[in-house]
Nanobody, 124 residues
Framework: VQLQASGGGLVQPGGSLTLSCEVS????????IGWFRQVPENAREDVSC????????TYVDSVKGRFTTSRDISKNTVYLQMNSLKPEDMGLYYC??????????????????WGKGTQVTVSS
């Protein structure tokens, strides 16, 4: 299983970026896919989580209303649309996936497969 994250870059405060996470080696039929970010010397932070079955989502409070995660099952790809970016959004963004539990409950803990990160820099 491989996850390929892309779409990072340099953007000014207030700008937008869309990250993509293309998954290969498994079909996103019953999975939770999360986006995470990390800056040096800080713990990795959960950003968002999406359930592949119905597109239900959760977000960390700091990005609610600005970030949107979505999935395209036909492309086995998950996206993170980031608007109104702030300097504190800067970091290395990772995507990860795990199979949903039998209950189907959405959650992005104990992720199994991780991609390499894509850097997001927010600076004027």
């Amino acid at each position: 299983v491989q996850l390929q994250a892309s779409g990072g870059g340099l953007v000014q405060p207030g700008g937008s970026l869309t990250l993509s996470c293309e998954v290969s080696g498994l079909t996103l039929d019953y999975h939770a896919i999360g986006w995470f970010r990390q800056v040096p010397e800080n713990a990795r932070e959960d950003v968002s989580c999406i359930r592949s079955t119905d597109g239900s989502t959760t977000y960390v409070d700091s990005v609610k209303g600005r970030f949107t995660t979505s999935r395209d099952i036909s492309k086995n790809t998950v996206y993170l649309q980031m608007n109104s970016l702030k300097p504190e959004d800067m970091g290395l963004y990772y995507c990860a996936v795990r199979r949903l539990p039998s209950t189907g409950k959405l959650g992005c803990r104990s992720m199994v497969y991780w991609g390499k990160g894509t850097q997001v820099t927010v600076s004027s």
